[in-house]
């Protein structure tokens, strides 16, 4: 019981940010589900037993030279535990942007913890996001006055490549848009599989690949690894040749227990001829006519 009452005291701590954050951010700052912020609220006045989800929103910060958008997901035990951030924008490129996600992760790491952070990240970010915003201006001159070092990375872009990535779990509807929008916008097929255990499939051009999981690994997660790789394709082939999937889904095969149905995501991969994968993410053998696992 005393834990319940943990989790109620450092939710009602979020809620008292959120609610001084919307005053000074009042256009800026957009909570992603208000119903689960309903849900939260009641959790706190103990008209419902059940722990809520993370609490989740975004904050647009205007620079001198740019606009970030800080995605903000709370643990239930934050301020207690470090919250998980995650900076995006359309002035970084993907090298800055990662850069930028390090030293903001650094940054909050040196923070003390039990005390709220957002209204400071938010500062160190408006006093910092200038400067990857500035290297990435430089990063676009260097490109065009290296035609010879892009023709060999257009060279090497031609690799195809399929990554496997296993994640303890996929829940933040945050994470689940962003992996989305990224794999969309990198030219990357495959899927994601939501949920508890969480899988992400990604295939397309190797450096584009690794890119992704670069980006995705940095959001910070309970666990989450490449499992296994798939390439050695011949270069020069046309990428599409060797891609299962025409684009990329999101799939959830939920059971009543709220685990995964492992049977029926083995039939999903049965249909893209891909049912090799099943036994390197879960080390277990599986037959098409299993449909529990």
Not at 14 to 37: A, K, M, R
Not at 154 to 176: A, G, L
Not at 265 to 276: A, G, I, M, T
Request: proline share 3%; charged share 30%; net charge negative.
């Amino acid at each position: 019981m005393p834990k319940t009452i943990d989790v109620k005291e450092n939710l009602m701590t979020q809620i008292l940010e959120l609610e001084s954050l919307q005053s000074v951010y009042p256009t800026e700052l957009s909570v992603s589900d208000h119903g689960n912020l309903a849900d939260i609220n009641d959790f706190i006045s103990g008209s419902s037993p059940e722990l809520p989800q993370r609490l989740e929103y975004e904050v647009e910060i205007t620079t001198l030279k740019g606009v970030i958008e800080l995605l903000i997901n709370l643990p239930s035990n934050y301020p207690c535990e470090y919250p998980e951030v995650y900076c995006r924008s359309s002035s970084l490129d993907r090298s800055e942007q990662k850069n930028l996600n390090d030293a903001l992760l650094s940054f909050i790491q040196s923070q003390e913890k039990g005390e709220v952070l957002i209204y400071s990240i938010i500062s160190w970010i408006q006093d910092n996001a200038d400067i990857y915003i500035d290297n990435t201006s430089q990063n676009e001159k260097n490109k065009k006055e290296s035609v010879d070092s892009t023709s060999d990375c257009e060279e090497k872009n031609k690799d195809f490549t399929r990554y496997w990535i296993y994640s303890h779990h996929i829940y933040s509807k945050i994470k689940r848009k962003d992996i989305i929008d990224l794999a969309k916008s990198s030219n990357l097929t495959g899927f994601s599989f939501v949920g508890k255990p969480g899988i992400i499939c990604v295939e397309g051009a190797c450096d584009d690949c690794e890119y992704f999981w670069q980006q995705i690994k940095s959001m910070n997660w309970h666990r989450i690894l490449v499992k296994f790789k798939e390439k050695d394709f011949d270069i020069g082939d046309d990428l599409n040749v060797h891609r299962k999937f025409s684009d990329f889904q999101e799939v959830c095969f939920p059971t009543p227990e709220g685990n995964n149905d492992k049977g029926q995501l083995f039939k999903y991969l049965c249909d893209h001829k891909l049912e090799h994968a099943f036994k390197e993410l879960f080390g277990i053998e599986a037959k098409s006519s299993q449909s529990n696992l």
